[in-house]
Structures are given as structure tokens and as C-alpha cells.
């Protein structure tokens, strides 16, 4: 899966650094909804139905949020400033879900946010068509702004992720993988989206290009260390508890780095149980639980937080520079929110 | 289909529209060409594989080559505007390349160009990524233009598009659905391209906004003119000769003009033959054939090559007020050659 699902344990602390974001971009995401609402409108019902279907299924929308607050790091209180911001956010969780519903048809999932999946419900050539709309409804959005610069970062984005979507799709079930071909997967499918939702909001605040290369390196690095934590999850993470989606990863034969690792470190007998279970859609829980067993004697999913932590140090790094202000506070604190989710 | 095929009868006189326009654009199309394959270019090999696979598969380029024509109606040896034209005939293709690898897995295609289509060598999941990574360059190439006006044109086509996708695909074997809806899903599935394609050329050749409206008022009646014709032809055209594809909308339940204008003439024996016929993958050939008689008893063919026929007057109106050229002249021939394919 490649988002976090709202059934992990997350402690107080990080609920206050989301709880705060939501509160400090509230106003500016209500006008990003109405405008998500309004862009989903279509004289065809299949397109807003399954559209809306997803998109308010109760995602945190925290890519936007980003989009709002870094934007809002620069223009509390211009206008200009602000429409742009809100456009460019709004096309920002319009690329997300069009990524989301190809994906779910790539990976054939059948659960999404804790629902049923859009394509089990209008089918996966529905959501292949809706997600191309969606697509083009972002880059229309994007366009009206009249900003070239920003639509060159949000444009360029739309095919490193797709691109990097293509390599993972490559590389299933390879167990030559290496580490560095799944850094190049997750900072493609991820973080290149974080990157560029955190760049494009600082250009429509009207930062400097020094800032708006920070904010995009906050913004990469906090979309690995994302990527990581929910792939660790995907093998229940540090603790090794098993949740509705354990193991997806796995029976989709998907190369992340929990894999990777374990690969490396299992002796003979090992390798064959994990290659046997590596894309095998009707793989018992059983051997899901042993091998969970064996990551968690070679602390293998933590190395895997280890390496997100790496990112999150980064990530704060990047924002050093930037002007002293509560909303920089606050996404160093979002960067340890993410981590959090992993216990 | 949304393409017609090679293996279509063609007369010798439309032949010759098409290799003038060939020879009429051919320079700048060697640029086009060149960029096409250098922006198919990427670290994941699955991507240029398939891309160019079908990119390189015999189509024959009409609406890149209708953008250069239209850019140099208006800018013959102005190399700024010549820049631009390459660059959106370029996107133009890869848009229509990505709508067809998403159309193949959505029709469940198993032939594209008289090959396998690429969902039969490289899988569903790869067509679906591979053609959001052509829409993805087609946006990128747009934006490093520059020009806001003609991504402005591009991305609202590409909306449209994928919005007439979905009412085509909720209207699959709906036997209520009128020609008025029909008139619509292929003004929006085929004529927004086309319209595209010409406008956008001639905005880059620096044409008043008069003359572009009028060139993309000749791209979409050019555009409605062609699917009506591949409609028609699906159902063996005029003559109702059979060839590979004959009959494939009839399998996919698509509710194409000579079924819905069938359906109207039919008596209750032969509206209970057609509707058993449509969407059956399995449909034997027999059946197709006593449809199709149907279908020439009736002149139903006759009828959809007539609404071609006033889309290929409109299209030839809409030049009139443009300056004198050879281009011009050939634009005209250009309409007229895609009704012989009907014959």
C-alpha cells in the first residue's frame, strides 16, 4: 500500500503534530475542498461519483496541507499568493488519487482507506479513466495559475512518478533488487510528490529560490521517510502487530526494503520460505507470521525506521535556514510524526 | 477502435492527400520524430520498450502532422514559432499514445496497428503506467514552451477526453442511449484531440485568435468526421467488407452511431438479434454477418458516412476565411480524404 491507514496505532504526540497542521491550514483547506468539490463535477455521474468516493473517504489530505503551510510560511495575508497556493494544493491531491486509483488496479487491492477499493465498486476501467481525468483536471488547475515554474515542478513530478511506479512494477518478485534500486523506487513513487507539493507552495508564498529548494528537499526527504514507515507497517511495523493490510507488500511481490534486508540476512531455509511467499496472492498468515518472526529477531524493521530516521534528520536540516516562524516549528514536527507511526 | 487500421481499402485519391500532407510536413515531422524518441528515454528500461513499441508501430501521425501544418500556415521559416510547433505535435502524439494504451486495457485489446497490442506483451499494469508517463512528458514538453494558452487548450483536451472516455464506458451496452449522447462522447473522445492539435499549431505559428478558432473548428469536424468513418468501417463500411477488426465495438457493447441508428430500425426479431449480439465477447461471425446485412438493407452505413459527410463540409467551411496557401488547400483534401476511407 502506498498510504498509511488510519487503523495504526499512533501515540498522543503525533496526533498533536497533525492536529496542528489541520488547525493551522483549516481555513485555506476549506476553500482546497470547495475547490476539489467543484473540479470533480462532470455532466458524466460516473466521474464525480467515484471521485468523490475516494477523495473524501477520509484521507488526512496532508500533502495539500503541506502545500498551504509552506506557502503560508511566506504570504500570511496575500491574496495572490494564497489563490495560487490553494489551486496548486488542490492539484496536489487531484495527481495523489489519480496515482491512487491506477495503483489499486496495478495492484489489484481491494480495500483503499478502509473501504472497498473504487475499482471494486465502478470496476478498474473506470478508475483508470477517472484517474486520467483526474490527472488532467490537476494540470488544468495548475495552468490557470499561469505560473510556468510551478507547473514545470508539479509536470515534471507527474512522470518521475510514473516512472517510478514502472520500476517497481519491473522489479516484482526480482530478488536481486538492491537498496538502492528501492531508494530510486520510493523516491520516485513518494517522495518526488511531497517534493514537489512542499516546492510549488513556497513558490506561490513567493519564496526565494533558496527557500523553495529547501522546503523541496523538506519535502523529499519527508515523503522516503513516509515511504519507509509504511513499508516497515507493511510487516507490522517495529512491534511486529499484524493490522487488516499486513503483508500486502508480500503477496504483491513487492521489493521493499524489509525484503531486501531479510533476504540478505536469512540463511538457506529462510530464503526459500520468503521467495515461496514473495507474490503469492494466497499466502497463509502462517508463513506471514514466521517470517514477521524472523524480521523481528534480525531487527530488520528497525533498520528500515533506522533509515527513516536518517530522512526525518534531514528533512529538519533542510528547514534550517528558513525564517524563524511557527509553521517551521510545526513541520519539523510533522517530520516526527511520521516516525512515530512506526511503534 | 479509436484508429483506423492499415489494412483499410483506400483509393488512390486519398492516398494522395495523405503522402502530400506526409511530404508537406516532413521536415519538421523529423524533428518531431526525434523528440518523440528521445522523450520515450528513461533509467527503467520497460519504459522506452514499450513506448516505442507502439509509438513506433506504423500509426501514421496524423495529428502531430496536422499541427505542423497549421503552425506553418502562418510561420513559414519563423524559427521561434517553428521551436514551439515541434514540441506541442510531439505532446499532441504522446497524448493520443497514452490514451491508447489505457483505451487497449480498458477495451481489453488484444491488437493495436495490426500487432499485438503492448497489454499482451508487457501486461496491463505497464500499459496503464507507461501511458501516465507519456501524459506526464506531453505535459512537460507543453510546459517548457511556455506558452500558457496552448497547455491551456491541451489539458482541458486531455479532460475531455478521459470525461468522454467514462460516458462512453457508463454507456456500454446501455440500448436507451441516444445519438445525441453518441455526438458527444466522440466529440469529446476523438474531436477534442483533433481540435487540439490544430489550434495549438496554429497558435504556435503566432495566428490571430480568429484564425485559430477557425483551424480548431476545422481539427474537431475533422475529428467527429473520422470516428464516425471508423465507426462505420467497424461495421465494414459502406461496402460492408469484413476485415480483422470488423466487429469489435459490436464484442465490446460499445454503443456506437450504426448500432443506435440499427436499433431504431430494427422490428422486435431484429433488435432481439442485436441486443444478444452486443457485448458478447464470443459473438460468432454469423451473427456479425446478418447484422451487418441488417445493417446494409437498411443503408445504415450510408446514414453515419452522410454525418461524417457535414462534418467534412463544416471542417472545409471553417478554412475558408484563413489566407490563401498550399497548406490550406491541402487541409481541405485532408477532409475529403477521410471519407473515402468509407468506400
Keep these: 500500500m502506498q498510504e498509511y491507514s488510519d487503523n495504526n496505532k499512533t501515540s498522543k504526540a503525533t496526533d498533536n503534530a497533525l492536529e496542528k497542521l489541520i488547525k493551522a491550514t ?15 463535477n462532470s455532466h458524466v455521474d460516473m466521474v464525480p461519483e467515484l471521485a468523490q468516493y475516494l477523495i473524501q473517504s477520509g484521507g488526512k489530505r496532508l500533502r495539500p496541507m503541506l502545500t498551504i503551510a509552506c506557502a503560508n510560511m511566506f504570504t500570511q495575508n496575500q491574496k495572490m499568493g494564497l489563490k495560487k497556493s490553494v489551486y496548486f494544493a488542490a492539484a496536489v491531491e487531484f495527481m495523489h488519487n489519480a496515482t491512487l486509483l491506477h495503483d489499486d488496479v496495478v495492484d489489484e487491492s481491494n480495500m483503499r482507506r478502509n473501504k472497498p477499493a473504487a475499482r471494486i465498486i465502478w470496476g478498474n476501467q473506470a478508475s483508470i479513466l477517472v484517474g486520467d481525468f483526474l490527472l488532467g483536471q490537476a494540470f488544468l488547475m495548475m495552468v490557470e ?40 523506487i520510493i523516491r520516485s513513487k513518494t517522495a518526488a510528490l511531497f517534493e514537489a507539493a512542499t516546492k510549488v507552495g513556497a513558490m506561490a508564498g513567493g519564496a526565494d529560490v533558496s527557500s523553495y529548494q529547501s ?11 513516509f515511504q519507509l514507515v509504511d513499508d516497515a507497517l507493511d510487516y507490522g511495523g517495529v512491534k511486529g502487530v499484524l493490522g487488516k493490510n499486513t503483508g500486502d507488500d508480500l503477496r504483491e511481490g513487492k521489493m521493499s526494503l524489509p525484503i531486501i534486508l531479510a533476504l540478505k540476512k536469512a540463511n538457506r531455509s529462510e530464503k526459500k520460505l520468503i521467495i515461496s511467499a514473495l507474490g503469492d496472492q494466497n499466502c497463509k498468515e502462517e508463513i506471514l507470521e514466521k517470517i514477521i518472526k524472523f524480521m523481528q529477531k534480525e531487527q530488520i524493521l528497525q533498520s528500515v525506521i533506522k533509515e527513516a530516521e536518517k530522512s526525518v534528520i534531514k528533512a529538519k536540516d533542510a528547514l534550517k535556514n528558513l525564517p524563524a516562524s511557527s509553521l517551521k516549528n510545526l513541520l519539523g514536527e510533522v517530520a516526527d510524526f511520521c516516525l512515530l507511526r512506526a511503534y
Excluded at 28 to 37: F, Q, T, Y
Design 26 to 40: 483549516k481555513a485555506d483547506m476549506d476553500e482546497v475542498n470547495s475547490l476539489i468539490l467543484s473540479r470533480t
Design 215 to 225: 522546503l523541496g528537499l523538506y519535502g523529499s526527504e519527508l515523503g522516503r521517510a
Design 145 to 184: 495559475t499561469g505560473d510556468i515554474e510551478a507547473l514545470k515542478v508539479l509536470s515534471k513530478a507527474a512522470t518521475i512518478i510514473a516512472e517510478g511506479e514502472v520500476f517497481q512494477l519491473a522489479k516484482i518478485k526480482d530478488i536481486n533488487t538492491s537498496v538502492k534500486e528501492y531508494d530510486l
